[in-house]
Nanobody, 114 residues
Framework: QVQLVESGGGLVQPGGSLRLSCAASATAFRFYNMGWFRQAPGKQRELVAG???????SYADSVKGRFTICRDNTKKTVDLQMNNVKPEDTAVYYC????????WGQGTQVPVSS
């Protein structure tokens, strides 16, 4: 059973930056296309950024130019660098495979507020 552990969340002011990290226990991690998702209160979970096993990336329009996804296959981690955050980025953030097939982790909360 692959485990996903997200970390790095916390209160951030509008315009600030935060870096989230996800550690995966999968031995075949380097072959997985990975994604960062978020779920805001009262809304469905959405994909915000994805990265293929080869390093190609894709972003939701709402975060393009502000968020950056990257991975370290040696450490089996996928990170999300969040810059110039906005109140609408407030959500619980999760990682999973790009098409989510793994059990969800506990997520990490990111409240954006002044």
């Amino acid at each position: 059973q692959v485990q996903l552990v997200e970390s790095g969340g916390g209160l951030v002011q509008p315009g600030g930056s935060l870096r989230l990290s996800c550690a995966a226990s999968a031995t075949a991690f380097r072959f997985y296309n990975m994604g960062w998702f978020r779920q805001a209160p009262g809304k469905q979970r959405e994909l915000v950024a994805g990265i293929t096993s080869g390093g190609s990336t894709s972003y939701a329009d709402s975060v393009k130019g502000r968020f950056t996804i990257c991975r370290d296959n040696t450490k089996k981690t996928v990170d999300l660098q969040m810059n110039n955050v906005k109140p609408e980025d407030t959500a619980v953030y999760y990682c999973n495979t790009w098409t989510p097939v793994l059990s969800w982790g506990q997520g990490t909360q990111v409240p954006v507020s002044s």
